[in-house]
């Protein structure tokens, strides 16, 4: 077992040791990190706790970027000044620029790309698409007491974000619907729910998914009426916030209409696992459009 940790400190040892260069930069030795590698090099290494970060012209130049305070303790930001002197090449704006390696690290890749043909990015960008929905439908409220299984009316608005790979098969929703009254306890909600969804099938034209709706907020109003010891009707309002992690479970369906829309279909509320059926067959469908923002 020790020879093995041992041989574990050794080859991460080696590969740290290959993962950064000793250089000399205005007489400081220093080991650092090439973070992206073409016209402008970007290193950078934490030094003594701090991020420290510099630029590699093609005739190895190495300046660093700094970000010092003055007098008045304000920031001067010459890194962007750098920058701007080793970019002018190019339409690249450091106005929103930051000191940060995810900042500079696009940054020096976006400038590569924009004066190297041949430049192959190392870096992974990912870009998240929103859809936005807005469906009505009808529902027996499965998770109610409905005795008589009686449907209403419900409509909403669904925000879905999803990478913008198109085979990416994975999105979270964030949903607010409203629930009109009912006959049976005069019973209307109004939920906001978080989820995720799964793409089963998942094509240009159409696609096939599952939901999961793991979190909820319900603001429920309802009427009730019963006798009191006096044998005297007595009616009742009653409003009511409540939070739940229900786990429902429902399906649906997009099926591309126009290059940037969608009509959406839903079988919602199939079960659930925290939260019980009351009893009737899940009725709760909706039919709704769908588009790209």
Same mark, same amino acid.
């Given at each position: ?5 041992? +041989? ?6 080696? &590969? ?5 260069? $000793? !250089?000399?930069?205005?007489?400081? $030795?220093?080991e650092l990190? &090439? ?9 950078? *290494? ?7 970060? @510099? ?7 190495i300046t660093?970027?700094?970000?010092? #305070?003055?007098?008045q ?18 339409? %690249? ?5 930051? %000191? &940060? ?9 976006? !400038? *590569? ?5 041949? !430049? ?16 009505g439908? +009808?529902?027996?409220?499965?998770? +109610? ?19 913008? *790979? ?18 049976f306890? #005069? !019973? ?32 429920? #109003? ?9 044998? +005297?009707? =007595?009616?009742?309002d ?10 429902? @479970?429902?399906?649906?369906?997009? =099926? ?7 009509? $959406?279909?839903?079988? *919602?509320?199939? @079960? ?10 899940? &009725? ?5 459009? #769908?588009?790209?923002?």
């Amino acid at each position: 077992m020790k020879k093995l940790i041992i +041989v574990l400190c050794v080859i991460l040892s080696f &590969t740290s040791l290959n993962a950064q260069d $000793t !250089y000399t930069v205005n007489g400081e $030795t220093l080991e650092l990190k &090439t973070e992206v590698n073409g016209k402008l090099d970007l290193l950078w *290494n934490i030094i003594e706790g701090k991020y420290r970060y @510099f630029v590699r012209t093609s005739d190895a130049t190495i300046t660093e970027l700094v970000n010092t #305070k003055n007098a008045q303790n304000k920031y001067q930001e010459e890194y962007k000044t750098t920058l701007e002197n080793l970019t002018k090449n190019s339409n %690249l704006s450091t106005k929103k620029l930051n %000191l &940060t390696l995810y900042s500079l690290k696009g940054f020096i890749d976006d !400038y *590569n790309g924009s004066v190297d043909v041949n !430049y192959q990015s190392s870096v992974t960008k990912s870009v998240v698409k929103l859809r936005l929905a807005g469906f009505g439908g +009808v529902t027996n409220n499965p998770f +109610v007491k409905n005795p008589d299984n009686k449907k209403v009316a419900q409509f909403g608005i669904e925000l879905e974000v999803q990478e913008s *790979n198109i085979n990416s098969r994975h999105a979270i929703f964030l949903q607010l619907k409203h629930v009109t009254e009912s006959d049976f306890g #005069k !019973y209307s909600t109004t939920e906001v729910g978080l989820g995720y969804r799964f793409r089963i099938v998942n094509t240009k034209a159409f696609s096939l998914y599952a939901n999961m709706k793991f979190a909820t907020v319900n603001f429920s #109003k309802s009427t009730i009426n019963y006798f009191n010891e006096s044998d +005297v009707l =007595i009616t009742e309002d009653l409003s009511e916030a409540a939070f739940d992690v229900p786990f429902i @479970f429902g399906v649906g369906a997009d =099926i591309r209409i126009t290059k940037n829309s969608f009509i $959406t279909l839903g079988f *919602n509320e199939l @079960f659930a696992l925290l939260i019980d059926n009351q009893g009737n067959f899940p &009725t709760d469908f909706t039919i709704g459009y #769908k588009f790209n923002l």
